[in-house]
């Protein structure tokens, strides 16, 4: 396991949206670093916290040009953006009952979903959010 680095093939060339991703990263590197130094679970709470805060902003951001644009994936997105709120209130679920060695299942599972996620889901949506006139981002 290693530091999560910004990869130019995760840009949809929109920088705010690009902001966004790069503050999931921050937060998954700070996990790490958590781990690394045995320190996880004193910064799991707030870094769950932070987790559910971003994901209600990064969210609707998305969600917001799907709908000023009528992108026809909307629906199907809309639904996996749920999967992952659920998921993070499982695992605060999960932490506020004093389960431990959850940092490592968080750390996968955020890590995959960056991957998967932007790379998969994500990028479906440039070619919509690129002929709608979205800014695109010095990459
Ligand atoms: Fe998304």
Redesign the pocket.
């Known amino acids: 396991m290693s530091l999560l680095k910004w990869k130019t093939e995760y840009s949809v060339g929109v920088q705010e949206i690009d902001n966004q991703h790069k503050k999931l990263v921050e937060l998954i590197n700070k996990l790490f670093d958590a781990m690394k130094q045995g320190q996880a679970n004193a910064v799991l709470g707030q870094i769950l916290n932070e987790l559910s805060s971003y994901a209600f902003s ?2 609707k951001t ?1 969600e917001k040009y799907f709908k000023l644009f009528d992108y026809v994936e909307a629906q199907k ?1 809309r639904e ?2 749920q999967t992952f709120v659920k998921e993070i209130s499982k695992f605060k679920n999960a932490f506020d009952a004093g389960q431990i060695t959850l940092s490592i299942s968080i750390f996968a599972f955020l890590k995959d979903w960056l991957h998967n ?2 790379l998969g ?2 990028m479906k ?1 440039v070619d919509c959010f690129a002929k709608n006139g979205l800014v695109q981002s010095e990459l």
């Open positions: 990064h969210f998305e997105h996996i953006h996620h932007i889901e994500d949506y």
